[in-house]
């Protein structure tokens, strides 16, 4: 058994996989070790882990996790990966995205994909021909209600909405006209263009707001919101 772990910027995600298969996926927001140890006296047979993180201040979680007797990686550049990594400035490159990459590999090997994990930030990331090539960065919903609100004097704090706002009528539809329909405009305009360059090519839509976009989206995509801890079993596999 592994004990795979997604440290993202808003949350961690864990997963108990075997062979694989993920048997169980967990979600924590804090209290992060006595979690983690709640997991590892529920599944003894773990013996191995590995761990994905776009923060840097998890040594105390590797510790953890090593004095139980478990073998721990972190994936990094040094990593063996079964893709070619193209990426200019890997010292730099969030690992979750190869993950994410590899993840979507495992479903769908026979294809080029466009893999979108949208969350904190949403990120755009390409495996063409076996390869990384990059993608594009960009802010996610909550990043660009928060920033309006933090760089204006009047602009109120805003969430997400399941409601659909083309033309605002007041201060608040207004923002999230253009927060909400100009992230799904961005990601839908981004996936034609892939698809125009790569014909054939599988868009796969993971994170935390997946299900926000899946609604939305014009064009069509697979939703796998576990790419990322799908992708971490394949390596450590």
Same mark, same amino acid.
């Given at each position: 058994?592994? !004990? !795979?772990?997604?440290?993202?910027? @808003? ?21 992060? #070790? ?5 997991? &590892? ?8 882990? &590995? $761990? /994905? @993180? ?10 953890? $996790? ?8 972190? +994936? ?8 070619r990594n193209e990426y200019k400035s890997c010292n730099t490159l969030g690992y979750d995205r190869i993950a994410a990459i590899i993840g979507a590999r ?12 949208? *969350?904190?930030? $949403? ?9 990384f090539i990059g993608g594009a960065i960009s802010a996610g919903i909550s990043l660009r209600f928060k920033a309006l609100n933090h ?16 033309? *605002? ?5 207004? $923002? #999230?006209?253009?927060?909400?329909? *100009? ?9 034609? +263009? ?7 090519? /599988? ?13 939305? +989206? ?8 576990? +790419?990322? &801890? ?8």
């Amino acid at each position: 058994m592994k !004990l !795979l772990i997604d440290i993202g910027n @808003s949350s961690i995600k864990m997963a108990i996989a075997e062979n694989h298969k993920l048997i169980e996926v967990i979600r924590i927001y804090d209290n992060v #070790l006595h979690e983690v140890s709640v997991i &590892l006296g529920k599944y003894p047979k773990i013996k191995k882990s &590995l $761990i /994905c @993180s776009v923060r840097s201040d998890f040594d105390d979680l590797i510790q953890f $996790i090593y004095d139980k007797g478990i073998v721990v990686s972190v +994936l990094d550049a040094k990593m063996q990966i079964p893709i070619r990594n193209e990426y200019k400035s890997c010292n730099t490159l969030g690992y979750d995205r190869i993950a994410a990459i590899i993840g979507a590999r495992s479903i769908q090997s026979e294809h080029n994909l466009l893999v979108i994990d949208a *969350g904190t930030a $949403i990120t755009f990331d390409f495996l063409i021909d076996n390869a990384f090539i990059g993608g594009a960065i960009s802010a996610g919903i909550s990043l660009r209600f928060k920033a309006l609100n933090h760089f204006t004097d009047k602009l109120p704090l805003l969430e997400q909405s399941d409601g659909r706002f083309f033309i *605002g009528n007041d201060t608040k539809s207004a $923002i #999230l006209a253009g927060v909400q329909e *100009g992230a799904v405009y961005e990601m839908d305009g981004l996936i034609s +263009l892939a698809i125009e360059t790569y014909p054939g090519i /599988c868009v796969f839509l993971s994170g935390g707001d997946s299900f926000f976009f899946a609604k939305r +989206l014009k064009n069509s995509i697979f939703v796998e919101p576990e +790419l990322v &801890l799908l992708g971490l079993n394949e390596i450590i596999s």
